[in-house]
């Protein structure tokens, strides 16, 4: 019974509301031929057939018009947009982030369009590779060369009633503090749709400025550019709200902006979570919604071109250099000054990166030994030195074969000067004293050695690193060991960065974090020995699979006395069998490639000798 009687009440009302949509809601006149019905602007739900009819039913229809508009209202303003005022970039047609900063999306002068960063950036690559003149990516017309050419083109856009560059015209206007004639403008602007000119309005309307201020015309304009997708001013509306304590319409706002990728209000939801001003779901979706805007702004080339205003911010006032973290290489500063504030942050994932990128290096197989190519025969030094000579004159390793050929040549030609097999410069007279102090590193006889000291003063003193580290050496095994340390070139000293001066504390304090540094530079360079000693330090630290590693890099240069370690590692178990045979066949394949008739000739004469 209670269903039929509510079934019937709503047939009637729906019923009266058709007669009042098909009749005058005043005098009952229906929509004949001759009469045409207007619906009431406001709430759209009656209509009349005068002017005169509306105003004598405006008594009986105002309340229920008043509700009915601000519902109607509602379900236009708290509709999702779907995308911001901006709209999307013409040319890669991605969404435009909402955002202040002109850099984001610049606005082209010639058509009044915005284009994103990443097209903009793409273009002016493109000219410049092609030494192009610089034109709009849009609509391909010359950009212009002043501020007096961009106003003029800005003008004839206005002239034809465009209006965003009435807008445009209008900000300009009140920056110069004309405010009436901006005011003018953005009115127009507004009229033609823009919502930047609806938002510009009612910070007009808030402050008063060309107009009085108007807090419902403020409210107004507001409503408008935030319906048009105006994230600025939808965030400004939920502050109302809040402040006007309707928390819930001020929920509804910042759900709504978070929706298109605005920080702020997803801040403040952030912030209103705890307090119960959102449910989870919501707060929830609204997350989820907020990175999904984000990532449909991104593009590579978009991340290209914020790189380089990045760079173009903090350098193009004062010409200044990023530069990067020497450690991790993650991050660039532009000062020390900004480096030190940033440093408490970044300590942590800085040393995470730097030991990566350490290890990275570290356990990368070198392509040959620290001692290279012999330079004539072009292949590797055997890395027992007894096999090779060091020549004062240029610092280079001569192989024995190649150096026992160059004998035999000059004896067969009666040479009465023996010279240097690679820069053809006469060898010291005391040439037998010289091989014995660089092959056994004896201390040199002082009355046969003038020769050989003058010829590596010589490489010294344009700075050869091999001839620096001999001649470290020398002074070390003299007992000088502040000049040998002093010496000691700081790069491509395979020699010395073993660590002697910092590990016996001979000429130095001791200090064991630098003899690591040394070690592991000299691994880093190729040298064996450097990275059997590393070996040895991880194993008695208890890192015993780094040690491993270590081993197997080193025996793969060709060194016999670290395979024989590995050796005894794989019998206690410490090294699986395919590691181990890996490591054979890379040594066989390194002490084959150090091989020739020559070197076996000359090996053979000096086993004899």
């Not at 808030?206 to 108007?214: H, I």
């Not at 250099?321 to 408490?344: D, E, F, I, M, N």
């Amino acid at each position: 019974m209670r269903r039929k009687v509510r079934r019937e009440t709503q047939q009637k009302q729906f019923a009266s509301s058709l007669i009042g949509m098909m009749c005058c809601a005043s005098c009952g006149t229906e929509e004949v031929d001759g009469v045409k019905l207007k619906k009431c602007t406001a709430c759209k739900s009656v209509r009349y057939c005068s002017v005169k009819c509306q105003k004598d039913h405006r008594a009986k229809h105002k309340r229920e018009c008043k509700k009915r508009a601000a519902e109607l209202r509602d379900e236009v303003l708290f509709k999702q947009p779907e995308s911001s005022h901006l709209g999307d970039c013409p040319i890669c047609c991605l969404p435009l982030a909402p955002s202040i900063d002109e850099k984001a999306s610049p606005m082209m002068s010639c058509c009044s369009k915005r284009i994103c960063s990443g097209c903009s950036f793409a273009d002016q690559i493109r000219q410049l590779k092609e030494a192009q003149v610089r034109k709009c990516p849009y609509c391909r017309h010359q950009l212009p060369k002043s501020q007096e050419e961009a106003a003029q083109i800005r003008m004839k856009r206005v002239e034809v009633n465009d209006p965003v560059a009435i807008w445009r015209l209008g900000v300009r206007c009140r920056q110069e503090g004309d405010y009436e004639s901006a005011f003018q403008h953005y009115k127009k602007a507004a009229e033609l749709g823009n919502a930047d000119a609806h938002y510009n309005l009612s910070c007009v309307y808030r402050d008063g400025e060309g107009v009085e201020k108007d807090k419902k015309k403020e409210v107004y304009h507001l409503e408008e550019a935030a319906i048009a997708g105006h994230t600025f001013a939808r965030h400004n509306l939920a502050c109302y709200e809040g402040i006007n304590g309707r928390h819930e319409r001020a929920a509804k706002h910042w759900i709504i902006n978070a929706k298109l990728g605005d920080q702020k209000s997803m801040e403040g939801l952030k912030e209103g979570y705890p307090d119960g001003l959102v449910s989870k779901e919501d707060f929830a979706a609204a997350l989820r919604a907020y990175q999904a805007a984000l990532d449909a702004t991104k593009s590579p080339q978009r991340d290209k071109a914020a790189e380089y205003e990045i760079f173009k911010s903090t350098s193009e006032a004062e010409n200044i250099k990023l530069k990067k973290c020497t450690a991790c290489y993650l991050v660039r500063y532009c000062s020390v000054k900004c480096q030190r504030g940033h440093r408490p942050q970044h300590k942590k994932e800085c040393k995470e990166r730097t030991a990566e990128l350490r290890d990275e290096l570290l356990f990368k197989q070198p392509e040959s030994t620290h001692l290279g190519d012999c330079p004539i025969c072009c292949l590797p030094l055997p890395i027992d030195h007894t096999k090779s000579n060091m020549m004062p004159c240029c610092s280079k390793a001569i192989c024995n074969g190649c150096d026992r050929a160059n004998q035999m040549r000059e004896f067969e030609g009666r040479s009465l000067q023996e010279m240097c097999p690679f820069c053809r410069t006469a060898t010291p007279k005391s040439q037998e004293e010289a091989d014995r102090i660089q092959m056994k590193r004896v201390e040199p006889d002082p009355e046969t050695d003038d020769d050989l000291e003058k010829n590596l003063m010589k490489r010294v003193e344009v700075k050869d690193p091999i001839a620096m580290s001999q001649m470290g050496l020398r002074r070390y095994y003299e007992g000088d060991y502040n000049s040998a340390f002093e010496y000691t070139p700081k790069q491509l000293n395979w020699e010395m960065a073993a660590g002697l001066g910092d590990a016996e504390g001979k000429g130095v304090e001791m200090n064991e974090k630098k003899v690591w540094h040394h070690l592991e530079q000299a691994a880093i360079g190729g040298h064996p020995k450097a990275r059997h000693n590393l070996a040895c330090l991880e194993e008695i630290n208890g890192r015993r699979a780094r040690a491993m590693k270590h081993l197997i890099i080193a025996a793969n240069q060709g060194d016999d006395g670290i395979l024989e370690n590995l050796r005894n590692a794989f019998e206690l178990g410490y090294v699986s069998k395919e590691d181990f045979a890996a490591a054979l066949r890379g040594h066989q394949a390194a002490v084959d490639a150090t091989k020739s008739p020559q070197r076996d000739e000359a090996e053979a004469k000096r086993v004899k000798n």
